[in-house]
T-cell receptor, first 113, second 114 residues
Framework: SQQGEEDPQALSIQEGENATMNCSYKTSINNLQWYRQNSGRGLVHLILIRSNEREKHSGRLRVTLDTSKKSSSLLITASRAADTASYFCATGKPYSSASKIIFGSGTRLSIRP | NAGVTQTPKFQVLKTGQSMTLQCAQDMNHNSMYWYRQDPGMGLRLIYYSASEGTTDKGEVPNGYNVSRLNKREFSLRLESAAPSQTSVYFC?????????????FGPGTRLTVL
């Protein structure tokens, strides 16, 4: 069962432009994480935002969380060729030790030179 | 620090064969996980271990067994491989025991079952 769903499934932009990806989820969460996966590699953690936070920054990344709409967005500013990758959101449910974080199906981001 | 390492990187099996995927982490993490990733999909949890000596089923445990050999190592065994188990397998670890903190991933094992 997938808790988070990313939108769009694929995104192609020009180098230097900003990229925005969205994640929607269905039930209450403890936190939401974003991961990046380069082709053929394992996932790399980007940022974690807790349910009581609304916005978080890390370098060129900005994550927002709207718990009333059950959605999050990841903004990558001034994109670079190296940002080409798949991006996944992962949600952690509250009050559950048995249910670990659940990954969405990802957004494939391509940066055109 | 090597982080999370997995062996082998690639494997081809025939239906019915068995094999063990190995995973080790050198970050002194408590929790370890096994996921599978199928084309165009996110990761699905097979099994996890919140601490040495404990293991629990995830979303898709059928056809798999695991062993938490010690704090560093967590292996995944396919007793009788089936074509439906063709996938990329990722091992991950995290410092906490609650399963919702940052996870660190290995490079993956690409498994094909003929």
């Amino acid at each position: 069962s997938q808790q988070g769903e990313e939108d769009p499934q694929a995104l192609s932009i020009q180098e230097g432009e900003n990229a925005t990806m969205n994640c929607s989820y269905k039930t209450s969460i403890n936190n939401l994480q974003w991961y990046r996966q380069n082709s053929g590699r394992g996932l790399v953690h980007l940022i974690l935002i807790r349910s009581n936070e609304r916005e978080k920054h890390s370098g060129r990344l900005r994550v927002t969380l709207d718990t009333s709409k059950k959605s999050s967005s990841l903004l990558i500013t001034a994109s670079r060729a190296a940002d080409t990758a798949s991006y996944f959101c992962a949600t952690g449910k509250p009050y559950s030790s048995a249910s670990k974080i659940i990954f969405g199906s990802g957004t494939r981001l391509s940066i055109r030179p | 620090n090597a982080g999370v390492t997995q062996t082998p990187k690639f494997q081809v099996l025939k239906t019915g064969q068995s094999m063990t995927l190995q995973c080790a982490q050198d970050m002194n993490h408590n929790s370890m996980y096994w996921y599978r990733q199928d084309p165009g999909m996110g990761l699905r949890l097979i099994y996890y271990s919140a601490s040495e000596g404990t293991t629990d089923k995830g979303e898709v445990p059928n056809g798999y067994n695991v062993s938490r050999l010690n704090k560093r190592e967590f292996s995944l065994r396919l007793e009788s491989a089936a074509p439906s188990q063709t996938s990329v397998y990722f091992c991950a670890s995290s410092s906490g025991t609650g399963g919702q903190d940052t996870q660190y991933f290995g490079p993956g094992t690409r498994l094909t079952v003929l």
